[in-house]
């Protein structure tokens, strides 16, 4: 009884330990209900709200939306292999669900999903999804045809969700676009050397548009304590959230 005993209070230990590695789903009240913000994986996040489900940059497939429920409504940014993902589409249930993309990925989407596409290019604003919604730039510096992600290729999106902006950067660099952003509650800033910018870029450009609260995402191999103590240490008015976004799925 006694070695029964332990096995169980180890394996409730390991269970635990199990779970805190997993990204946590975080709240936010807006003017009407709860905001949930559910961190996936590398670009890919889900956000619940009004009984919406907001899919961002679906990829690792269905398994990793396990308990999150279907998808109302996608935003694809950009049509990288790591943010766009057809795999995944095609796992999800997706039967008439609108998907609001850049032209780059509409060219590239299958045919079966055609009827779907809300197409948005840079500057656009929509409400037919739900909420307002603006298609932000997001482009490597300095600007050039060849970069990994040219001007116009692809979209950032401000959402407006019961009174909050939340900004999407998708893969972007300091941008004056990402600089001029007013009134943002929360933003998810990338940060992936070389595809994006570093640390101390991010850092600077959210010293300059003041989010609320700001996740680093999309930051492989990058520092994000430094990035936090770097946005900390300038101002005491930016909660900056660190969370795993590369835990295991399973």
């Known amino acids: 009884m006694k070695r029964l005993l332990t096995l169980f209070l180890f394996l409730c230990l390991y269970t635990g330990v199990a779970m ?121 510096l300095p600007q050039s045809p060849d970069s990994y992600h040219p001007k116009g290729w692809g979209n950032g999106y401000v959402l407006t969700l019961g009174g909050k902006r939340i900004y999407i950067s998708g893969d972007t660099e300091d941008i004056p676009e990402m600089r001029a952003l007013k009134n943002i509650d929360v933003a998810f800033v990338c940060m992936n050397l070389p595809y994006t910018m570093d640390v101390n870029q991010a850092a600077d450009a959210v010293l300059d548009f003041k989010p609320k609260i700001v996740y680093p995402y999309h930051y492989r191999g990058q520092d994000i304590h430094k990035f936090k103590k770097l946005v900390d240490t300038k101002s005491d008015d930016i909660e900056v959230r660190l969370r795993d976004w590369y835990a295991k799925i399973k």
């Open 20 to 140: 805190a590695q997993l990204p946590k789903p975080d709240t936010l009240k807006t003017n009407n209900g709860s905001l949930i913000i559910h961190p996936i994986h590398h670009a890919t996040l889900v956000l619940n709200w009004d009984g919406k489900n907001i899919y961002v940059d679906p990829t690792q497939g269905a398994k990793a939306f396990k308990g999150i429920g279907e998808p109302d409504v996608i935003f694809i940014t950009h049509a990288h292999g790591d943010h766009f993902d057809i795999k995944t589409l095609k796992e999800l249930q997706t039967d008439g669900v609108p998907m609001v993309v850049p032209k780059s990925v509409a060219d590239q989407m299958p045919a079966a999903f055609k009827d779907q596409l809300v197409i948005m290019k840079n500057g656009d604003t929509i409400d037919q999804v739900g909420f307002p919604v603006k298609a932000i730039p997001m482009y490597n």
